[in-house]
């Protein structure tokens, strides 16, 4: 679904992303692992085109995404829950909701206010609320739930379990189990590599803007000197 190729991206001068190449394949939750300052969250960005890469190309279902609008991306079908959530606070959840409804696609799954109900009540509970007054694992269930409603083919999450209590990450923890059970491909970034190995088929280690690993948890298991070197503390 998603391919990466040796892209090369930067912050002005500074070279962050280095001839990174991977691949995301329908179906599967991928987690993209590393450090503070890996590059995680600039891979992301580059798949948006929200910092374009200088050199590489990025597919999505066969189309080149460099050079195009991040608008463009979106309406391709790639869904992005950015770290710092972004929710519109003085709108309610309904209203947030609202802002991100595109329409369905072939194929992949389409879903309405009540069906995210479902699978956020605490949203529920609080569908009148405006985004301000909610806490923050809610604003990251309501970040969550508005790029849903684009009814993406692909979800990138950066960093789902930063910064929220340890019930509310086990609540993204099962939520994103639900969305892979509907037939979503999700791509999270991730520093907890509990959590991801709770929820992704297979990990991706950067460093350095740099791919050091790509396999299945057991493989990863199997080699701890590369779990130490690349994400240990």
């Given at each position: 679904m998603l391919e990466v190729d040796g892209i090369h991206s930067y912050y002005g001068k500074?070279?962050?992303l280095n001839d990174l190449s991977f691949e995301v394949r329908r179906g599967e939750v991928v987690a993209l692992l590393g450090r503070n300052g890996a590059g995680k969250s600039t891979t992301m960005k580059s798949v948006m085109q929200l910092v374009r890469p200088r050199t590489g190309a990025i597919h999505f279902q066969g189309e080149n995404l460099v050079g195009q609008p991040a608008?463009?991306?979106?309406?391709?079908?790639?869904?992005y829950v950015p770290e710092d959530r972004r929710i519109f606070t003085d709108l309610t959840v309904m209203e947030n909701l609202e802002t991100g409804r595109q329409p369905s696609r072939q194929d992949t799954p389409t879903w309405t206010e009540e069906q995210l109900f479902a699978i956020f009540?605490?949203?529920a509970e609080r569908r009148t609320n405006r985004g301000k007054h909610l806490s923050g694992g809610e604003q990251q269930m309501l970040t969550i739930a508005r790029t849903l409603m684009g009814n993406p083919s692909l979800l990138l999450l950066d960093e789902p379990?930063?910064?929220?209590?340890?019930v509310i990450v086990e609540q993204m923890a099962e939520t994103i189990m639900k969305l892979k059970a509907e037939g979503l491909t999700v791509m999270i970034s991730e520093q907890n590599l509990h959590f991801a190995r709770a929820v992704a088929d297979r990990a991706i280690i950067i460093e350095g803007g740099e791919k050091k690993f790509d396999g299945s948890f057991s493989e990863l298991e199997a080699h701890p000197e590369i779990r130490d070197a690349y994400l240990s503390v």
């Amino acid at each position: 679904m998603l391919e990466v190729d040796g892209i090369h991206s930067y912050y002005g001068k500074a070279h962050i992303l280095n001839d990174l190449s991977f691949e995301v394949r329908r179906g599967e939750v991928v987690a993209l692992l590393g450090r503070n300052g890996a590059g995680k969250s600039t891979t992301m960005k580059s798949v948006m085109q929200l910092v374009r890469p200088r050199t590489g190309a990025i597919h999505f279902q066969g189309e080149n995404l460099v050079g195009q609008p991040a608008f463009r991306v979106a309406k391709a079908g790639i869904g992005y829950v950015p770290e710092d959530r972004r929710i519109f606070t003085d709108l309610t959840v309904m209203e947030n909701l609202e802002t991100g409804r595109q329409p369905s696609r072939q194929d992949t799954p389409t879903w309405t206010e009540e069906q995210l109900f479902a699978i956020f009540p605490n949203l529920a509970e609080r569908r009148t609320n405006r985004g301000k007054h909610l806490s923050g694992g809610e604003q990251q269930m309501l970040t969550i739930a508005r790029t849903l409603m684009g009814n993406p083919s692909l979800l990138l999450l950066d960093e789902p379990s930063e910064g929220i209590a340890p019930v509310i990450v086990e609540q993204m923890a099962e939520t994103i189990m639900k969305l892979k059970a509907e037939g979503l491909t999700v791509m999270i970034s991730e520093q907890n590599l509990h959590f991801a190995r709770a929820v992704a088929d297979r990990a991706i280690i950067i460093e350095g803007g740099e791919k050091k690993f790509d396999g299945s948890f057991s493989e990863l298991e199997a080699h701890p000197e590369i779990r130490d070197a690349y994400l240990s503390v």
